[in-house]
Structure formats: structure tokens, C-alpha cells
Nanobody, 113 residues
Framework: QVQLVESGGGLVQPGGSLRLSCTASGSISNIYTIAWSRQVPGKQRELFATLTRLTFINYADSVKGRFTISRDDAKNTVYLQMNSLKPEDTAVYYC???????WGKGTQVTVSS
């Protein structure tokens, strides 16, 4: 099983941008649907961006128009570009293989002034 490690989280002001990376220990080319989710303590995890190997993309309404998911199979990396960040985007962000139900350990994103 490919291990996934998220990075790029941190503290950003409202309206700012961050780019998260999800680096795999092996090839991601066999992952049919890769996704980003996020979770706030005490709340249900939100699956908000999915990208298939056929490049079909879906976003939750909460991030549509602000977040962009992409994958670079040559680098075995999935990215999440986040723009126009809001305080309600504060959460731990995870990338994962939807088909296997496997998720990385996450990276914290905090949006605050």
C-alpha cells in the first residue's frame, strides 16, 4: 500500500493562500480517485475535493472556486491550491485514496488574523 504524507500547512491570514502537497511513497498512477478531506475536532470529516485518473474533478460547494486539486503522477504528488482562505477553512487536511479508504496523517491549516 502506498503511504501518503501531507505537507504545506501552517498559519495564514484570511484572504491568503496556501498550497498543500501530498507525496506518495510509490506510484500514484494506480490510484483511481485521490481526494482531499478536512476535519475540525468534534465535527465530521468533510470530503471536499476529488480527482480521478481520468481527470474528473469534483468540489464541495464550501471550496468551489477557491480550491484547486491537481496531480503530478511523474512526481507522485497531489496538490491542493487554496486561495481566498477563510477562518472556517481551519482544519486538519488529509489526502487519501478513496477506493482503499486510506488517508495520510494530515497537516494543520489555521486561518486567523
Amino acid at each position: 500500500q502506498v503511504q501518503l504524507v501531507e505537507s504545506g500547512g501552517g498559519l495564514v491570514q484570511p484572504g491568503g493562500s496556501l498550497r498543500l502537497s501530498c507525496t506518495a511513497s510509490g506510484s500514484i498512477s494506480n490510484i483511481y480517485t485521490i481526494a482531499w478531506s478536512r476535519q475540525v475536532p468534534g465535527k465530521q470529516r468533510e470530503l471536499f475535493a476529488t480527482l480521478t485518473r481520468l481527470t474528473f474533478i469534483n468540489y464541495a460547494d464550501s471550496v468551489k472556486g477557491r480550491f484547486t486539486i491537481s496531480r503530478d503522477d511523474a512526481k507522485n504528488t497531489v496538490y491542493l491550491q487554496m486561495n481566498s482562505l477563510k477562518p472556517e477553512d481551519t482544519a486538519v487536511y488529509y489526502c487519501g485514496d478513496v477506493g482503499l479508504g486510506y488517508w495520510g496523517k494530515g497537516t494543520q491549516v489555521t486561518v486567523s488574523s
